[in-house]
């Protein structure tokens, strides 16, 4: 497992945008998959998006589909969430995780190991 440092977080009114990174420290880097994930509070953790390694495809949550975009720089070990139209409902902490087991699935918190230690998403007027 390889520590995961998240940056870019803060503070946009409705339809602007932001790019989170996720910062993978480490030579080992054969995790499966590298997700987002994102928590408001009093609700529960879910999926964002997903880089799986085995086939190089991507995975979005339908709440996200065609706002989110999720990509790797591979030289630099980095995770890129870049988050366009931002709305209200987007505001959480938002976290990187990396899954190191195959039978895994992107939208299943409970199934990521290494977990960063998030940052916040505030989108207000």
């Known amino acids: 497992q390889v520590p995961l440092v998240e940056s870019g977080g803060g503070l946009v009114p409705p339809g602007g945008s932001l790019k989170l990174s996720c910062a993978a420290s480490?030579?080992?880097?054969?995790?499966?998959?590298i997700g987002w994930f994102r928590q408001a509070p009093e609700k529960e953790r879910e999926g964002v998006a997903c880089?799986?390694?085995?086939?190089?495809?991507?995975w979005s949550a339908d709440s996200v589909k065609g706002r989110f975009t999720i990509s790797r720089d591979t030289a630099k070990n980095t995770v890129y969430l870049q988050m366009d139209n931002l709305k209200p409902e987007d505001t959480a902490q938002y976290y990187c995780?990396?899954?190191?087991?195959?039978?895994?699935?992107?939208?299943?918190?409970?199934?990521?190991?290494?977990w960063g230690h998030g940052v916040q998403v505030t989108v207000s007027p």
């Open positions: 995780a990396t899954a190191w087991r195959s039978n895994y699935e992107c939208s299943a918190p409970a199934d990521f190991d290494s």
């Open positions: 880089f799986r390694r085995s086939d190089y495809k991507t």
């Open positions: 480490g030579s080992k880097q054969d995790f499966f998959a």
